[in-house]
Nanobody
Framework: QVQLVESGGGLVQPGGSLNLSCVAS????????MGWYRQAPGKQRELVAT???????NYADSAKGRFTISRDNAKNTVYLQMNSLKPEDTALYYCNAYVTLRSYWGQGTQVTVSS
């Protein structure tokens, strides 16, 4: 069982930045495939970015050039640095861990981009 706790969401103006964090339980965090997903009202959950155990990253087209995913294995934490935020980035952002063929989700942190 892996528990995930996200933080760092909030209200930000267009063009602003936020840095999301997700702390994971477990001793094998360095081997987890970690990801950030988001779900806007009335829409399906979608991939934002992933990072694997070798620090290889993958981004949705909407996130490329604006968002950066990173991890600190010593802190069991994955981050999502979001810059140049747009109103369409407004969503509930979820942390995901894929471990030994199982997928775990956090409770989500709300990001609202509005003037």
């Amino acid at each position: 069982q892996v528990q995930l706790v996200e933080s760092g969401g909030g209200l930000v103006q267009p063009g602003g930045s936020l840095n999301l964090s997700c702390v994971a339980s477990g001793r094998a965090f360095s081997r987890y495939l970690m990801g950030w997903y988001r779900q806007a009202p009335g829409k399906q959950r979608e991939l934002v970015a992933t990072i694997n155990s070798g620090d290889s990253t993958n981004y949705a087209d909407s996130a490329k050039g604006r968002f950066t995913i990173s991890r600190d294995n010593a802190k069991n934490t994955v981050y999502l640095q979001m810059n140049s935020l747009k109103p369409e980035d407004t969503a509930l952002y979820y942390c995901n861990a894929y471990v030994t063929l199982r997928s775990y989700w956090g409770q989500g942190t709300q990001v609202t981009v509005s003037s």
